[in-house]
């Protein structure tokens, strides 16, 4: 049973960058497809990038151009390169996994109803 744990949050003035990383331990992230959300204090959990098991990726609107996500099965780990960052992007992020079959390696999932294991989150907070 893979456990993913992340890292990397903090807080950081608007414009600012950070780089958060999800380590997956139990297994083996190479046979899983990621994902990354963030939960802002009121607000729904919402998709921000995904990456299949081929390595296509997905990002949301909202992040596009600024937030780039990239894997290293190598190091069973994913991560989440931030730039630009804005107030708006203060939230929790979490890191999500699923295991797939070969056969359907290259979808991303942006749901989160489709992941089923997550990692505890970890705070990025944006100043003004």
């Known amino acids: 049973q893979v456990q993913l744990v992340e890292s990397g949050g903090g807080l950081v003035q608007t414009g600012g960058s950070l780089r958060l990383s999800c380590a997956a331990s139990?297994?083996?992230?190479?046979?899983?497809?990621m994902g990354w959300f963030r939960q802002a204090s009121g607000m729904q959990r919402e998709f921000v990038a995904g990456i299949s098991l081929s390595g296509n990726i997905n990002e949301a609107v909202s992040v596009k151009g600024r937030f780039t996500m990239s894997r290293d099965n190598a190091r069973n780990t994913v991560y989440l390169q931030m730039n630009s960052l804005i107030p708006e992007d203060t939230a929790v992020y979490y890191c999500?996994?699923?295991?797939?079959?070969?056969?359907?390696?290259?979808?991303?999932?942006?749901?989160?109803?489709?992941?089923?294991?997550w990692g505890q989150g970890t705070q990025v907070t944006v100043s003004s």
């Open positions: 999500a996994a699923k295991d797939v079959a070969l056969w359907d390696r290259h979808r991303v999932r942006i749901s989160a109803q489709e992941y089923d294991r």
């Open positions: 139990g297994g083996t992230s190479s046979w899983y497809v």
